[in-house]
């Protein structure tokens, strides 16, 4: 592998809700479709090439020569219809595939592990209108089967939300699922290998750094995106990882400190939402 495709950077950008409505808890994670269309056209007129992440572990597999001269991964969180209603049209008009990872325990319903943020009622996607965005180029992932923070669950039942997971969307969907994605971001080297060992090929975390060629394929870095991402910000997170050096720093040394916070926390919380 050359040096070039070592060092070289590739953005893979993460999205939650698309919606103009959202708690001031949830907003940081919602944006407009409005926003998120004038996204797509500015990866259209600066030429990036959007991929599936599935699409870039093959490109990886293959040689780097076949990696686009200016490649982009958009990849969303969670199955929420809104996906559907603001997001899905406009991908279909530009002719970008995606990265869509599915909760599949809350399908057909609402987003219930999302109560503390006031939006445990906003609506899922049903498996019908998922199949529909599959088969209009968008790849489907898993994100388990009711969105638990994976290390600080046993991992026995990690295990079974990662390969539950995978196995409810196979029979849905009739097709293979190649990638998975940690809810939160968070996971464990043994999270990581209970992942493979399910039968992805790739997961990702989050982590607000731009991926490599080389970054380990089950750990992927992912950047967000979120209603403050206007196209400076956007232009500024594709060629550089963040918006800014004190947002990347700030965002790097709280991550640590707060995986301690919710670790030490996840004792006393309340029972899996699976009972709800």
Known sequence: MSEQAITRKVPILMYHSISDHATRKYSPFAISP????????????????????????????????????????????????????????????????????????????????????????????????????QAGGVECGG?????????????????????????????????????FAYPYGYHTTAVKQAVQAAGYTSACAVKYEMCSYTTDP??????????????HALEALLTTGYTSALTGMYKRARTPVWRIVRRAKAPFQSKSLQTA
Request: net charge negative; hydrophobic share 40%; charged share 20%.
């Open 143 to 179: 994100h388990t089967h009711y969105h638990p923070q994976l290390d600080t669950v046993p991992l026995a039942r990690a295990r079974n939300e990662i390969v539950q997971c995978k196995a409810i969307l196979e029979d849905h969907l009739g097709q293979q699922i190649h990638s």
């Open 34 to 133: 409005t926003l998120f269309a004038q996204q797509l056209e500015y990866l259209k007129q600066q030429h990036y090439t959007p991929i599936t992440v599935t699409q870039f572990m093959d490109i990886r597999a293959r040689g780097e020569q076949f990696l686009p001269e200016k490649p982009v991964l958009l990849t969303f969180d969670d199955g929420l219809e809104d996906f559907y209603t603001g997001a899905f049209s406009a991908l279909q008009q530009y002719n970008f595939p995606a990265t869509l990872y599915v909760v599949t325990g809350f399908m057909n319903g609402t987003s219930r592990w999302l109560q503390a943020e006031g939006e445990g009622n906003r609506p899922m996607l049903t498996w019908d209108k998922l199949a529909e965005i």
């Open 218 to 231: 089950f750990a992927l870095k992912r950047l967000m995106v979120g209603p403050t991402t206007d196209l």
